[in-house]
């Protein structure tokens, strides 16, 4: 199982950097709108809508996706204007930090057409938008805030192992300990502080200076454990389903959800910050 999860990853990282910093933001929006379509039917299945449902859930995203990158009203170039960020990545960011923490506190249901429909499209579209305006500003943004997660994962399995007692959330992933999660916290932090180092370089809106440190690490840590959030929403999600993966598409790794999970709650924020501390070139 080791050595499959690890051939996969290898082969799907040059994918990523070729997408990243090779393809322009629109062509990038294309090829994570297909990304996003696999993950799409994944919740869809998860979520257990009937198939007129699915339909409806995965058509329209993609077309709120083509509209987003091709009709002149949106003003999609390298980017979206402000307000259209604020209000896709906002929305999401607002679900990420408001709702689903008590959702997974409260394991509240997540099947059925009414929420998961809405959330789905919220979660979905949200984390499609703040990937490609990350990648509109620099590919090297999208791996620095996606770094905030793989660090953050990386992380708590090693302090979790090593430390790990308390439970964090023993009946929907019974593997996660509090433990992980402040090695989690300490790694990313650790992490923030060394990439402040590389700000002025990649067009810091302000100066370097305390408060600008101090909330950069805040925002890290927030996202950091936003995106714990967001892989126990996606378990909570298999849980009341009762399957171990969200798919079999990505041998040894499960599902699309299963690997982006993490990200689509963390990337809103992240494009979110990249909006109040980064200048746009």
């Known amino acids: 199982m080791l050595s499959t999860r690890i051939l996969t ?51 329209g995203i993609l077309v709120a996706g083509i509209a987003l990158l091709a009709l002149p009203a949106f003003g999609f170039d390298r980017g979206w204007p402000t307000a259209v960020v604020l209000a896709g990545c906002g929305l999401s960011g607002l679900f990420w930090l408001l709702v689903a923490p008590a959702w997974v ?11 998961m429909f809405v959330v789905g499209w919220i979660v979905l579209l ?23 997660v793989w660090i953050a994962d990386t992380a708590a399995y090693f302090a979790g192992r090593a430390f790990g007692r308390t439970k964090l959330a023993p009946a929907i992933s019974p593997g996660k300990t509090w433990e992980g999660v402040y090695g989690a916290l300490a ?30 690490i805040a925002c ?49 924020l992240a494009a979110l910050a990249a909006h109040v501390f980064m200048a746009k070139a």
């Open 187 to 216: 790694a990313v932090a650790l992490y923030a502080l060394l990439l402040l180092t590389l700000a002025p370089p990649t067009g810091l809106a302000s100066a370097l200076d305390a408060p600008v440190i101090v909330a950069s």
């Open 9 to 59: 990853a290898l082969a799907l990282v040059p994918l990523v950097l070729a997408a990243l910093f090779l393809l322009p933001p629109r062509g990038l929006g294309i090829a994570l709108l297909v990304v996003t379509f696999i993950a799409a039917r994944e919740w869809s299945q998860l979520a257990a809508f009937p198939v007129a449902t699915q339909r409806l859930f995965i058509g």
């Open 126 to 148: 949200g984390g499609w938008m703040a990937l490609v305006e990350l990648q509109a500003r620099s590919p090297w943004l999208v791996l620095a805030a996606m770094a905030i």
């Open 220 to 268: 890290a840590l927030l996202i950091t454990g936003i995106s714990v959030i967001g892989d126990l929403f996606e378990s909570l999600m298999k849980r009341h389903a009762g399957v171990k993966d969200s798919g079999n598409l990505l041998p040894g790794h499960g599902g699309v959800l299963d690997r982006i999970d993490a990200l689509l709650a963390a990337m809103p």
């Open 105 to 115: 506190t409260q394991r509240w249901p997540t099947s059925g057409r009414g929420p």
